[in-house]
């Protein structure tokens, strides 16, 4: 009984998961535009979990957006910027608590073909699966390279991650990056804001409060009594 039960409880969260990866997919699924000729600079910020790509539409993104996040916890979100080709430009990020942010660039890496349903592609498996993100071929920003870089060139659209983690003893309230974009002589051209809301609740220390994506592959070296069991699930 014990064991029809378990895996009942697995069925539906593979289910769960499914649906939820669907949904999420769907709707930080954001438009393309076209990203050659531009003629001015042109920057939005989305949510870090979006699928976004060199040909997405920047102008959807937004010019102010709100993260919340526990005590004891970061938050991070994702900048895009477009640019003329031969232009130069600067990026510079003030925080009202005077620590600045992690700075990522973020690398688009070639999706040459879909994962199916069982893990192969979908040419070996010879349908199509209508779960993905995009049909490939395509790129995805998806590689953090750490930089410190203010000033940028040589290309028409900068990706980029912000990270900033609150101690346990983090202050409630809202934490405001004004992240302010320039022309190569200096003039403001967008500024956007990015408020990372710190609430009264605390996330506890120690390898379980770790916010894993599934836990299909923890086991007793986790520390759990046994696979499968109630602390698993």
């Known amino acids: ?9 697995g069925c539906v969260l593979l289910a769960a998961l499914i649906v939820l990866s669907s949904c999420a997919t769907k709707s930080f699924n954001h438009p393309f535009g076209v990203q050659e000729n531009r003629e001015s600079l042109i920057a939005g910020l989305f949510d870090p979990l979006a699928s976004l790509y060199p040909d997405t539409d920047i102008p959807a993104g937004a010019a102010s957006i709100t993260t919340d996040i526990p005590r004891n916890a970061a ?8 640019a003329p080709a031969d232009a130069q430009w600067s990026l510079q990020i003030n925080s009202s608590d005077n620590n600045q942010p992690v700075f990522h660039e973020l690398v688009d890496i ?66 405001r990056h004004k992240i302010r974009i320039s022309d190569e002589k200096g003039r403001l051209v967008q500024e956007l804001t990015w408020n990372l809301t710190v609430h009264p609740v605390l996330l506890p220390e120690g390898p379980k409060a770790e916010m894993w994506y599934t836990n299909w592959f923890r086991g007793p070296q986790e520390g759990f009594e046994e696979l499968y069991d109630e602390d698993w699930w």
Do not use: C
């Open 1 to 9: 009984m014990v064991s029809k039960q378990r895996a009942w409880r």
């Open 110 to 175: 070639p999706v040459l073909e879909n994962t199916g349903f069982f893990g192969m592609t979908e040419n070996q498996l010879g349908f199509d699966n209508r779960s993905i993100v995009r049909h490939a071929p395509f790129s995805i920003f998806e590689v953090l390279v750490p930089s410190d870089r203010e000033v940028f060139a040589g290309k028409t659209v900068y990706a980029f991650y912000l990270k900033k983690r609150v101690g346990p003893k983090a202050q409630e309230g809202t934490i």
């Open 75 to 82: 938050g991070g979100v994702v900048l895009l910027v477009g």
